[in-house]
């Protein structure tokens, strides 16, 4: 059985991981704002610029699995500093370039890869770690306050990478690449074990075949993940499609890029506030009865947009929307890595992500060619068929249904 949560300001520990993993997601936002607008001005091509970021995420994603295994096999701690390590070299060389003045295309592509292979293979490092940091009960909660977190850095960094490209080029850069350094010295900080720990036989008795097929295993051989995963990529695709589809009709529309770019500030402003509300209902209501709810009242929440593409309309449903966002990341993140054995962190953890990333990531093409051939109101109409659907298979899930609240919880009862 769990044990009883605690206050996370009194973990060092997880103040020391939270610092970490803050200030590599903070230097990466700061440096993946500029990226595209750098590559543009280096290349003088959009199409040169967006297949820069494209290659980026296609090598992340094709690494993604075999770094679940190395973050199943490696110490965390050692994963983080490596990690940390990697970017910082890389973006400091990005940067000298630009003041060197041999900043081209060619090195724009190694740069994508280079962090496309450093995020898929060591992404899940920090993830994992976090349950050695906190304990079960204090998963969800800590799992919510990183939503706020992520709220903060959405908030911060665009505007703060703008700045920066005003003074130099090189400063975005320049800034992940410390971000990557305070992550290293933070993670020093972490006194706490985070080497996994491995209840069942040493995953280096497997082939590495074995290994990368462990994390697909755990998710397909778990009655409740095979019906919470179908319901997050559902609402993820829809998330993804509503959002494009808003975004290309405002401005085909003329309306101003800074007033479409209110939609991201509300939606932050939004999962600031909601992580602290998210730390007691988490707390409080049965984690079954919270995410069901969450999910209906999200479902319900989208519909106006859908519906209708009035800026104040857009903004106040997206705004909601991030209120109820770090609740139910926080009660159903946290109980998937509580479930999950810590041997099959990594592992699965990279499964889920990578399946969870496909269809959501069509979404964009999808919604355009829906805007281009058929309009906008059949396009958006079509949206509102994934959010209910979600919403059902959650709802309809008797397991999921009767979860309690995280001091109940039963941990690392997920099977290989």
């Known amino acids: 059985m769990s044990t009883a949560p605690t206050r996370l300001t009194r973990n060092r520990d997880y103040l020391a991981w939270l610092a970490a993993d803050t200030s590599w997601q903070f230097g990466s936002a700061v440096h993946g704002f ?201 609402v993820n695709a829809g998330l993804n499609a509503l959002y494009t589809g808003v975004t290309l009709i405002l401005t085909g529309r003329g309306v101003p890029a800074w007033r479409i770019g209110l939609i991201d500030s509300v939606m932050a402003v939004g999962m600031l506030i909601g992580a602290v509300l998210a730390q007691r209902l988490i707390s409080r209501v049965p984690t079954g009865r919270l995410v069901v709810t969450i999910f209906i009242a999200c479902t319900a929440v989208l519909v106006p947009v859908a519906l209708t593409q009035s800026v104040p309309v857009v903004l106040a449903c997206f705004g909601v929307l991030g209120l109820l966002v770090p609740a139910v990341n926080g009660a159903m993140g946290g109980y998937l890595q509580a479930i999950i054995p810590d041997e099959l962190q990594g592992r699965a953890l990279a499964a889920m992500h990578l399946v969870q990333m496909t269809l959501p990531g069509l979404m964009p093409a999808a919604a355009g060619l829906g805007l281009q051939h058929l309009g906008a109101g059949p396009t958006m109409a079509a949206t509102l068929i994934l959010f209910p659907a979600a919403a059902i298979l959650m709802a309809t899930h008797r397991e999921l249904r009767a979860l309690p609240t995280p001091d109940r919880w039963e941990i690392g009862t997920v099977e290989p």
């Open 34 to 234: 500029a990226m595209t607008l750098i590559c543009y001005a280096v290349t003088g091509s959009y199409a040169q610029a967006g297949a820069i970021a494209t290659v980026s995420t296609i090598v992340s994603m094709v690494v993604m699995v075999p770094g679940g295994v190395l973050v199943d096999r490696w110490d965390r701690r050692r994963s983080l500093m490596i990690s940390g390590a990697l970017r910082m070299v890389v973006y400091a060389a990005a940067a000298t370039a630009w003041w060197a003045g041999v900043l081209t295309a060619p090195l724009l592509y190694a740069v994508g890869v280079a962090s496309g292979v450093v995020t898929g293979l060591f992404s899940g490092a920090s993830d994992a770690a976090l349950r050695s940091v906190v304990g079960t009960a204090d998963l969800p909660r800590a799992v919510a306050s990183n939503q706020g977190r992520d709220g903060a850095v959405s908030l911060a960094a665009p505007p703060l990478s703008g700045l920066l490209m005003g003074a130099s080029y090189a400063l975005p850069f320049l800034t992940a690449s410390i971000g990557s350094l305070l992550q290293m010295l933070c993670t020093r900080r972490i006194r706490a074990d985070l080497r996994p720990r491995h209840d069942r036989p040493s995953p280096g008795q497997d082939t590495w075949h074995q290994e990368m097929l462990a994390g697909f295993r755990t998710i397909l051989g778990s009655p409740l993940l095979r019906r919470i995963l179908p319901a997050l990529i559902l």
